[in-house]
């Protein structure tokens, strides 16, 4: 079932279950951008197309809020947001490991990394920033609060992999398997915007999944 956080005339907020994709492809399988258009088609009872608008996206993996516009005004002054970088993002992760300091910036040049050289992102060794900040810890894994400035390909996976704390579950950037094969431990928990034709700000907080610490950080 459908989990929607937030909805106004031009923009709805709603929570993407680790595994669906943010939008369709080849595949063929459910999503969150057919799903969201169903609910408003059968809310509203709207014959025909229903308008939607992806702002942006969340790895088939990750889980969190993720953003829609209902409206092509709601779509225009959002998108604008996310341009301008005064949308604020948050996540929360968690590792193998525990960091040196409780809190901190990661920089690298991701180019660099032989799991990113063909991603068009880094052919230019492009430099890439992380903050950090320690939530809890048991030594053998942490739950890390994560900001980025911009969300660039596996940017937070590669990132902490390359600090020697790589996300559970994220076989790919060399964390341990866990139970759900289709989810990684990176959770998008925190979305901060300005409404689209109102100066009123909207913050928006989820918790992470129960499981990561009733297995993970007890």
């Not at 604008?80 to 968690?94: D, G, S």
């Not at 739950?143 to 600090?163: M, N, Y």
């Not at 964390?175 to 925190?190: M, Q, R, Y």
């Amino acid at each position: 079932m459908l989990k929607v956080l937030y909805e106004d005339n031009h923009i709805i907020a709603v929570v993407k279950p680790a595994g669906m994709l943010s939008q369709g492809d080849k595949t063929g399988d459910v999503n969150l951008f057919d799903e969201v258009k169903k609910y408003l088609k059968e809310k509203y009872k709207k014959p025909g197309n229903v308008f939607l608008g992806l702002l942006h996206r969340l790895d088939r993996p990750a889980s969190g809020i993720v953003l829609f516009a209902k409206t092509s005004k709601g779509a225009a002054r959002l998108s604008e947001q996310f341009r301008n970088h005064t949308i604020v993002k948050t996540y929360e992760v968690l590792v193998s490991g525990k960091p040196k300091q409780n809190k901190g910036l990661l920089t690298n040049l991701l180019g660099k990394d032989e799991k990113l050289k063909k991603a068009k992102e880094y052919a230019d060794g492009a430099e890439a920033n992380l903050l950090y900040d320690l939530i809890k810890s048991n030594e053998k894994y942490s739950l890390l609060k994560v900001s980025i400035e911009t969300g660039k390909f596996h940017q937070i996976r590669a990132q902490l992999s390359l600090a020697g704390m790589p996300l559970v579950g994220d076989v790919k950037y060399g964390g341990e398997k866990w139970s759900n094969k289709d989810a990684l431990a990176l959770c998008a928990t925190g979305l901060e915007f300005e409404m689209a034709t109102d100066p009123k700000r909207v913050k928006l907080t989820i918790d992470v999944p129960k499981e990561w610490e009733d297995n993970y950080l007890i």
